[in-house]
């Protein structure tokens, strides 16, 4: 009954109530996730003497951890948005099938992952940019959190299935648990047991591992409507294929995140040192205070409109767009506004040290100047993804990242007497243009896809 009655919420409830409580706690969930991020750099960037050496070094680990989640994207995005549309279709059976498949994909990607970077940890920093010293803070972070890839992406590819099936609440706590965890032990490990980056990185992985117990005891509980079963866990390309297809997308957009985090990296070591850097490291970090709620309140937003467009209800897929819409808007324009009157705040949060304050706050003006379109880039493309358009959303992911801001990073030096400054401002002007077009092609494109016939 519970569970019929959590499921009937998606296709009967009112938009905006529902959006409501589906997004708050997927919004207060990446908020809480945003702790996982920014605590360890918040601890180790006041660290007496080391602490902006060993900032930059952790923030030389950002291509390791982004990989981590883009193959736990990869798993469970296309999934999860798919589980919702067959609950949508009735067809439960198919959807705990994508559930258990998604699940042995996770298990086989971390596995992979924890291989590659504990053989290559050293040359793979050296190629993002590290030097002799910040090198070894960054392997004294990296070694030890690839050890625990296998809780953190569980946690990251399972509590998407949660949020789909509505239960936003409990996908909430996942993180909830998690990061009080974290907040708890961080000080201990760094100050307490002078386990300085290490203590960091051992209290992250525990952490996790914690979240990890909660998703797998939730999935195979009594609550769930979708079970974690081992009978439906044996792969098929039947159904991990257009799982994958559709995950490609935002794994796309997160891994590109790696080449990219590697782009700034070497190109601002290049051009301005250590010092630039560093001040990457905080926009990077600053940055993530929008776009984790954002990414939430599109998160939240998925069930509504994956559930409806299952059951053919064009109407509510509208309302629920649009309602994310104006409020993603909204909320990037007024973190913008933030921004342009409080860089100097924001800054603070990370850094005591005055010379990379300096060289930050000067990064950050140029790095956000038009952050507020990210509102429109990531309503929708997520919508895309939460239809199902495997195709379109992919392109839009590529556009930004690989034809947009990569290739800027290394062409407007070319322009410009300081190479620092043009390094930044490949950020603002990649967002903008990836902005208008993706909403252009998405409004083009609305009306045509939720006419054609339920992707089966």
């Known amino acids: 009954m519970e569970q019929n009655k959590a499921a009937s919420r998606l296709g009967e409830e009112k938009i905006s109530r529902l959006l409501l409580s589906l997004a708050l706690p997927t919004v207060l969930a990446q908020l809480v996730t945003l702790l996982y991020n920014v605590v360890d750099r918040i601890y180790i960037g006041h660290i007496k003497e080391i602490g902006a050496a060993a900032l930059t070094g952790v923030g030389l680990c950002a291509p390791v951890i982004i990989f981590i989640s883009a193959f736990s994207m990869l798993a469970c995005s296309g999934g999860a948005p798919r589980a919702s549309i067959f609950m949508g279709k009735k067809d439960y059976a198919k959807a705990e099938k994508i559930l258990g498949n998604c699940f042995s994909l996770v298990i086989i990607f971390a596995v992979l992952i924890t291989i590659f970077v504990s053989v290559f940890a050293s040359p793979l920093l050296r190629l993002f940019g590290a030097s002799d010293v910040t090198l070894v803070y960054a392997l004294d972070y990296a070694r030890i959190y690839i050890l625990g890839s296998i ?223 990210s509102g429109f880039q990531l309503s ?23 034809i947009l801001l990569i290739p800027l990073i290394f062409i407007l030096p070319l322009f410009f007497a300081d190479k620092t400054f043009a390094v930044f401002l490949a950020e603002p002007v990649s967002d903008f243009v990836a902005a208008a077009v993706t909403t252009l092609v998405f409004f083009a494109k609305l009306n045509k896809i939720l006419n054609k016939e339920i992707i089966k």
């Open 151 to 373: 809780f953190i992406m569980i946690v990251m590819g399972m509590n998407p299935f949660i949020t789909a099936q509505g239960f936003s609440t409990f996908s909430m706590l996942t993180t909830l648990i998690g990061a009080v965890t974290n907040i708890i032990l961080d000080p201990v490990f760094i100050f307490v047991f002078n386990m300085g980056v290490k203590g960091a990185a051992f209290a992250t992985v525990i952490s996790q591992a914690v979240s990890c117990i909660w998703v797998v005891s939730f999935l195979r509980g009594k609550k769930t409507i979708l079970k974690l079963k081992l009978s439906e866990m044996k792969p098929s390309f039947e159904i991990v294929g257009p799982c994958l297809a559709l995950g490609i997308a935002p794994f796309v957009m997160m891994s590109t995140e790696s080449i990219l985090s590697v782009s700034f990296t070497s190109s601002l070591a290049k051009y301005g040192g250590d010092l630039a850097v560093g001040a990457m490291t905080l926009c990077t970090s600053i940055n993530s205070l929008l776009l984790m709620p954002l990414t939430g309140l599109t998160q939240g937003g998925q069930p509504i409109i994956s559930y409806n467009y299952g059951a053919g209800n064009k109407e509510r897929v509208k309302k629920a767009f649009f309602l994310v819409f104006g409020i993603c808007i909204g909320v990037s324009t007024l973190y913008w506004l933030a921004i342009r009157l409080f860089p100097g705040f924001f800054i603070g949060i990370f850094s005591s040290d005055e010379a990379l304050k300096e060289k930050a706050v000067w990064a950050l003006k140029i790095f956000t100047s038009v952050v507020f379109v």
């Open 380 to 402: 929708c493309q997520q919508t895309f993804v939460a239809l199902g358009q495997a195709k379109i959303s992919l392109l839009m992911a590529c556009l930004r990242k690989l």
